[in-house]
């Protein structure tokens, strides 16, 4: 297993429009983190799945944000209408049940 | 929610020489982890290393290891030897605790290594 991977590696968009992101775990990691990291911050949480279960979503991800992570293996992240202030970097990151969250390279959105 | 402080934005240290980096933070948990987590520039997010809450005993992994004050909420990482790969940002991490594992990360402090 080669680690966690997103798609894509960047993405840049106008306001307004929709826009998916996708993060494929390690293999038996059955939990799944999102977290968005802007310019000189540290990543903030946003959602998180075990299985295919959502089990918790911050005050961060407004109703133009969804996630899913259907068959509890790969996870996608929807930004409807984005705005400027969506421009970050999305990481995802996986885990067993307890153990340290491994980190996946980012998605780095620019909207214009 | 949790806050995480990490009070040196940047630091700086010779090779071979030893930096810690320091990280108080705030919960209302007993039960939690802490983790320090390191970012290269341009490049993913690596765990450092890990400390359980409920141990008495410090971390230690290779040159790093920990200094936690579970009553003071301190969590301080130590670097041994700093190496010129040790240059990179450096977050503070404690999970939410109650099996939720959710990360609050601090600002993080930027460590650059002089050769």
């Known amino acids: 297993d080669t680690g966690v991977s997103q798609d894509p590696r960047h993405k840049i968009t106008k306001r307004g429009q929709n826009v998916t992101f996708r993060c494929d775990p390690i293999s038996e990691h059955n939990r799944l983190y999102w977290y968005r990291q802007t310019l000189g911050q540290g990543p903030e949480f946003l959602t998180y799945?075990?299985?295919?279960?959502?089990?918790?979503k911050s005050r961060l991800l407004s109703d133009r944000f969804s996630a899913e992570r259907p068959k509890g293996s790969f996870s996608t992240l929807e930004i409807q209408r984005t705005e400027q202030g969506d421009s970050a970097m999305y990481l995802c990151?996986?885990?067993?049940?307890?153990?340290?969250?491994?980190f996946g390279p980012g998605t780095r959105l620019t909207v214009l | 929610a949790q806050t995480v402080t990490q009070s040196q934005p940047e630091m700086s240290v010779q090779e071979a020489e030893t930096v810690t980096l320091s990280c108080t933070y705030d919960?209302?948990?007993?039960?939690?982890?802490l983790f320090w987590y390191k970012q290269p520039p341009s490049r993913q997010m690596i765990l450092v290393i890990r400390?359980?809450?409920?141990?008495?005993q410090n971390a230690t992994e290779n040159r790093f290891s920990v200094n936690f004050q579970k009553a003071a909420k301190s969590f301080s990482l130590k670097i041994s030897d700093s190496q010129l790969g040790d240059a990179a940002m450096y977050f503070c991490a404690p999970d939410s605790g109650a099996g939720s594992y959710q990360l609050t990360f601090g600002k993080g402090t930027k460590l650059s290594v002089i050769p």
């Open positions: 799945f075990q299985n295919e279960a959502q089990l918790e």
């Open positions: 990151a996986s885990s067993t049940q307890g153990g340290e969250q491994f």
């Open positions: 919960t209302s948990e007993s039960d939690y982890y």
């Open positions: 400390q359980e809450a409920y141990k008495q």
